[in-house]
Every structure is written in C-alpha cells, then in structure tokens.
C-alpha cells in the first residue's frame, strides 16, 4: 500500500518543522542544571506517551486507508464472526500499562529529585557539588507590577535586574507583597509560585555566562505583560563588580522607599540600591512593613499561645467537674 503524496508531504513538514525548531526551544536547551534535568524530563516522558500515539494514529489512518469503500481489502479481509484474540488483547492492555508503570516511576523519581526545596547535590551532570561552596541567598519579592530582589549577605537590592555567579548555588526565598504570582527563568529553572503572607523556596544554579529572560508566569493584572526582568549569568568577578555597581549608586531602600516602590506601576526601569533594611524582607513576608502594623508571625504566635490556654483551662474544668461528680456519687452510695 503508498499513502498518499500529500499525506507523506504533510508528516515530513510537521517532522522538519518540529527538528528545526528544536534548538530555538529554551525549556530544552537551557542554561542551568535542573532546568536542563526538567528538560530531559520532557523528552523522555514524550517519547514515552509517543510509543502509544504515534502506533495508535498510524493504525487509525492504515484501517481507514485499507479498508474504504470499494477496496479489495474490505471484501477479502471481512470475518464477521471474529470477536476475540488473546494476543491482540494483551498487545493492547499489556504495552500501555508497562508505559504507564515507567511513568510513573520516572515521575515519582524526579518529583523528588527536582523537589524546589531541595538542596542541590551537583552544579552539573559533569560538575559534583563542592565541599565548601556557600549558596547565593537570593530574597524574592514580586510586586504590582515588578520584581524586587534582595541579597542579605551583600546587603544590596535591585528592581527588575538580577546577577548570579556561573557554577555557584542559588538559594531563593521568594513571597508576594499582594497578589499571587510566579517566579520563572527557563534557563534557570521551572516557576515557582510567590503568595502574600507566605515564602516559597527555589534552588538552582546557572552553568554558562550570559542575559538570561525573567518574567511573571501568572496573570496578576494590567500590568501582567511587561513584569520581566533580566537575569546576569557573571563570572565571580563580574558578579562582584555587578556588585560594587550597585553599592556605587547610593541608593538606600528603606521601609518607607519600600512602601512607594510597592505602589502599582508598569514597565518599571531597573534601579539598583546600595543597602537595604535588614529587616525588610521579614516584615515584607509577615505583612508588618507600616509603622503600627502588627505582623503576622508575632499574631499567630499570640494565637497559638490563647489556644493553648484556653484548651488547658477547657481540661482542668473538665477534670474538676469530674472530681465533684465523683465525690456527690460517693455521698450518695455512703448515705443509701
């Protein structure tokens, strides 16, 4: 049997189509170790499903093809009583099961592995972690309609820009100052979810220098489309004078500059401040950066604490009207 001209010209289109585009294709050609690791994830999970979809539609097309109206096969191949074949049957059940068995495994594995949270144990498939390396603490803020990042340890900040050192662990804690959002660098790793009032975490690592995209994953309002950011893969002595940069500028971001840089904007231009207030990420996490604000952490505390006690107090009554209840009953028996 030959398919069709168009039918074989239509495949090999969408095959050349999809290898061309390969290499264009950020998610699986990355820059950073686990978000090459999820690329791979990818593939091997595609080609996975494929071994079932790609059978399944050739066949399709074959039955429909072989057995149309007015072909040869159609009269010669019919078996009207034909209703059961074990092989076919286990083909049919046996194949997607061991499929989805291998997914599942795959899955299980690398959901584990990848786990945000976890601390990296490599810098690459070639690279293992050294002994003595220090992550690089990253504070993630995402705001109306910007990023705010705050480095502890060099004591600076910067709006809409950040830099990391190529091989080095990055370790971000990232919340939200009001509506829910996503951190994501595809080169870097998969998104991550920021939410007011709550701290996600993200390790990661980028493996070659370069102007990596940032941008907001999540729809969060009008100014959604231009929340992006550019992320400096440097070399250590690059990220230092990065560094040095942005203690040059003078800029100071204090609790109140906070408060005006938290007001909704667009497109807002990068703006690097030379020291930030220690305790700013903390209080922007527990909802606390106004003066007279109560934050969240000290108030669950103070929850907890009146729970405590009242679930005490609740028990001692319970336990004293159970002793009064037990000396009346022995009254009662001693007078009878």
Known sequence: MRLPTLFRGSILLILASFLAGCSQLVVLNPAGDIAAQQGQLIVIATVLM?????????????????????????????????????????????????????LGALTWITTHKLDPYRPLDRISSAKPLPTNVKPLVVEVVSLDWKWLFVLPEQGIASVNELAAPVDRPIHFKLTSSSTMNAFYVPDLAGMIYTMPGMQTELNAVINKPGVFHGMSSHYSGSGFSGMTFKFHGLSEEGFEQWVEKARAGGKVLSREAYLELAKPSEREPVALFASVDDSLYQRVLNLCVADGQACMHEVMAKDARRNRAHVANVALTAALNQSVCTASESFDLLSN
């Not at 074959?62 to 096969?73: D, E, I, K, P, T």
Request: aromatic share 14%; charged share 15%.
């Open 50 to 102: 494929l071994l079932i979809i790609v059978p399944v539609i050739f066949l399709t097309l074959l039955f429909a093809w072989r057995y149309r109206q007015n072909s040869r096969h159609a009269e010669t191949d019919y078996a009207p009583d034909w209703d059961h074949s074990t092989k076919l049957e286990l083909v049919i059940w046996a194949v997607p099961l061991m499929i989805i068995i291998a």
